[in-house]
């Protein structure tokens, strides 16, 4: 037989064996390099991973297509992956278990996709795991035990996403960090490790404290991508560098009032005081779905943790407002700290409106000629104490 048609037909026998070794993706390419197989699909309108997916393939670029999620074991057939790439998709879940069965994987990027949050403990299942890129995500959320399973890290990109508060123990846990923290050689001996958090909307009030120091003190092996960290708000550190805040004078909220029971004729302005010392100085918003608020108001002035200001009420006809002047620490957005109780004196129950700290009016209107009223202001899930409350009437003309 001929030689050359001797091998042709080993090589067909050999690929019917194997047909993985030639095949590919409709609507991608693959390719042979000196460090293995490659997928590449650009543009492939792809809306799920394939399923058929050569095995001997190392590297998967699926770029600028319609992926929406990461499912349970999308990559189970070809184990031997090193390098995934699933940039500017619209991945918006990914599932604890998607990595599965990537003990090789070496380097993933999920940039420009629509994360608002990533499943950490998925990377128990990629042990060797060097480079993680998330930039241009919707990331909100760090928690504690994030980089736990990424300990032989060398690069970390989460910039450009929607970062505000983050506390400095998710660093802490990272073995990267603690590695470096226990070494008694020389910093030569432990792997650098680039981390990306620039471009995040950082809200720089108390509870940032630690996650500033963290990175005002970082030295390497940590290296930063880009140092100059800024704040977003409050407003008035909007734009500031990390260093060149303080975050140092932090105090809870604490309530007292002036004067706990007052008398007045109906139709006559009454001005009831409640004060709140804390620090630093609060957003201020009021929401009630009872009732619509006449007359309300709000004066914010900057004042400092040692002084409280007298407040501006504003009247309505039979009715009187309560307003109180707060420089509370800054809450969640949403977040209520406080429970106001409004109704009359002897009344087993009384209308109930949660509240967030600072500057807040609330006005009583349509009060009842010669009626006892009562209003209270107690720290939410606890019952009011003394000097929270304060008693009024509406006497006849």
């Avoid at 590297?59 to 070809?78: A, D, M």
């Avoid at 500017?88 to 999920?110: C, D, G, Q, W």
Wanted: proline share 7%.
């Amino acid at each position: 037989m001929d030689p050359i048609c001797l091998i042709f037909l080993l090589l067909l026998a050999f690929h019917k064996i194997n047909p993985s070794v030639s095949s590919c993706i409709t609507g991608c390419s693959c390719s042979q390099d000196s460090f293995g197989r490659s997928l590449l699909c650009m543009s492939a309108l792809l809306r799920q991973i394939p399923a058929n997916i050569p095995q001997d393939i190392r590297r998967i670029r699926i770029e600028n297509s319609h992926l929406t999620e990461l499912p349970r074991g999308s990559f189970e057939n070809v184990s031997a992956l090193e390098y995934l790439w699933l940039n500017f998709n619209n991945i918006t879940v990914m599932h604890i278990k998607s990595l599965e069965y990537l003990p090789a994987l070496k380097e993933l990027r999920l940039q420009g996709n629509k994360l608002s949050s990533v499943p950490w403990t998925a990377f128990q299942d990629t042990p060797t795991l060097k480079i993680l890129d998330l930039k241009h995500n919707r990331l909100d959320v760090l928690p504690e035990h994030a980089l736990r399973y990424l300990p032989n890290l060398t690069y970390l990109d989460l910039s450009s996403n929607q970062l505000t508060i983050i506390s400095r123990d998710v660093f802490y846990n990272w073995p990267v960090y603690q590695r470096s923290q226990r070494t008694e050689g020389p910093l030569e001996a432990i792997s650098n490790a680039v981390l990306a958090l620039h471009d995040n909307p950082w809200i720089c009030d108390c509870r940032l404290r630690g996650f500033v120091q963290f990175i005002k003190s970082v030295g390497p092996p940590i290296i930063l991508m880009n140092s100059y960290l800024t704040c977003s708000g409050p407003k008035f550190r909007s734009g500031k560098f990390f260093h060149e805040v303080e975050l140092n004078s932090c105090t809870k909220p604490l309530t007292s009032a002036l004067d706990t029971n007052l008398t007045v004729p109906a139709g006559l302005n009454i001005t009831l005081t409640c004060f709140v010392r804390a620090s630093p100085s609060p957003a201020v918003w009021w929401t009630y779905a009872l009732k619509l608020l006449r007359a309300f108001n709000v004066t914010m002035e900057p004042i400092s943790e040692d002084t409280v200001r007298s407040p501006i009420a504003k009247q309505t006809v039979y009715g009187i407002t309560l307003e109180w002047f707060a420089a509370a620490a800054a809450a969640e957005p949403g977040e209520t700290w406080y429970t106001l109780l409004v109704g009359r004196y002897d009344a087993a129950q009384k209308d109930t409106i949660y509240i967030g700290p600072g500057v807040n009016t609330y006005s009583v209107t349509d009060l009842l000629p010669a009626t006892k009223y009562e209003v209270c202001v107690a720290v939410r899930n606890q019952a009011p104490r003394k000097g929270q409350c304060v008693v009024y009437a509406a006497l006849r003309d």
